[in-house]
């Protein structure tokens, strides 16, 4: 079959049907029964349609594939309980997470991710593929080069890959009815400087892992949007484009500043982060929509932090809740970071637990917490991790102590949701909740649970699995402590 007199990204099923089967015709028996067809497709778009360019093509990918293992990377899906790769929000085969320094995260995993500038699978577009958002600008780009080997970043680049292509694409293909297996990048070079540009050892490990995508995952780009590009960037971009296949540049949008209204015709605006003309912002996450540790919008926990932390329980799934309270004072009180011990009756249990299930959206639940009386807030996070299970829904309150009437008698208050309960994974890596607080004396109450059989797409347990207690530990503090127990730098919020 002749590649120019079908459209490849608009085949007829008969012409998509002859090309799947004029590939196969030269492919072995074990190459066949390991390739699916949408495999194929993709090779043979890659060359054309030239069934002997992409026979050629796909041995090579399988060869490589079995020689390196790529098969036996540890890539988190719903059945298992690998922790995520990357920053993800919006999907429900995996909870939204942040990469956070889990037992089963490699040295070689943070330290790629220190000096990357921030990216997150961030939610799905009009026509329901993965949005991928990189923040390319803030790149610690000398650094990368210097202190990251070669091996290193392939490593960490072929396990996001495959996140991609086996966990992402088929929930995305689920919820559309139909194959999806390309995704939208968004490459924002806000901050970006013309030394990060002309970088020769940066721009030379960039063209590899171009030759290697283009090799081994090719047509998984719908399309690329490059934002925020300054004027500089013409004499880079006519280096790249040099290494990149004639589709491959065709499907890449070079835009400035005004980039929103472009965007915003491929995604919907509550799936755009608000930094790039959307309204989504992703306030539930430690570092919103897209975490950057060059950035500081997030506290980098290290490995250390999540090591004995404060309070360990049980829950099981004949138990399956906790609740935790603890004292809160103002900012300015000599009393910090609370270590108060969980109250532990059953009815301030049952009481707590109570509370799941109200609509997060409801106003008088989560209130802007700028409105409240006393409306000076603070910050403080929540860790927490669990040894084993299908995912915990997670709620936090706040009690306020009451406020003093003129007559000198005190009023309770209302308790308020200031966290809406949501599913996480802390049986894959610990979970770092940033809770936004009023600035006053009151009482926080974080609630958990283990997840209901309807919630997420982890599976439930066996009988006897199910008689194993999960461990749950956790620590509370408040921001000022955190970040001075572990020397980091403040936060900036965006």
Partial sequence: MVGNTVDLDNPTPEQRAQA????????????????????????????????????????????????????????????????????????????DANLTAGVMVKEYQLKVNKYFGGGCWHKRDKDGHPVYVERIGRYQIKDIPRKCSMGELFEYHYLMQE?????????????????????????????????????IPALNMLREMLAKDQL????????????????????????????????????????????????????????????????????HMAGGCVPSIPMCNYPDLPRKAYVNLHHQVQVSYAEPHHSYTCD????????????????????TLQSYAAWFGFKKDSPKLTPDLTDMPHARTRYMYLRFMADRGRGMVVEVLWKPFGAATTAGLYVQEEEVLIYPEALVDPQRAPVLLELKVPNR??????????????????????????????????????EDDLLEEFQLPPIKRE
């Fill in 441 to 478: 004396a009151g009482q926080l109450v974080c609630n958990w649970r283990i997840a209901n059989f309807d919630e997420g797409q982890a599976p439930f347990p066996d009988p006897e699995e199910a008689q194993i207690p999960i461990v749950l530990e956790y620590s509370i503090d408040s």
């Fill in 216 to 283: 081994y995952y090719p047509e998984c780009m719908y399309k690329t949007y490059v934002v925020n590009a300054p004027n500089m960037f013409v004499t880079a971009w006519k280096l790249i484009r040099g290494w990149l296949d004639p589709r491959v540049i065709s499907k890449i949008h070079i835009l400035g500043k005004d980039h929103s209204e472009e965007l915003l015709k491929q995604i919907p605006a509550q799936s755009l982060p608000s930094f790039l003309g959307g309204s989504c912002r992703c306030s």
């Fill in 20 to 95: 799947i089967s004029d590939l196969r015709a030269k492919l072995s028996a074990e190459e066949n029964d390991y390739c699916s067809d949408l495999d194929i497709w993709r090779f043979a778009v890659a060359r054309q349609l030239d069934a002997d360019k992409s026979a050629a093509m796909l041995k090579e990918w399988y060869l490589w594939r079995k020689s390196s293992g790529i098969d036996d990377l540890p890539v988190a899906q719903a059945t298992n309980q690998y922790p995520v790769p990357y920053p993800i929000r919006g999907y429900s085969s995996v909870a």
């Fill in 163 to 199: 996140f991609l292509s086996r966990t992402v694409f088929p929930e995305c293909t689920q919820l559309a009815g139909h194959d999806i297996s390309q995704q939208v990048v968004i490459f924002d070079l806000a901050g970006i400087s013309i030394g990060m540009l002309s970088h």
């Fill in 328 to 347: 809160v004072s103002p900012m300015d009180s000599d009393q910090r970071s609370p270590w108060s011990s969980p109250l532990g009756s059953p009815q």
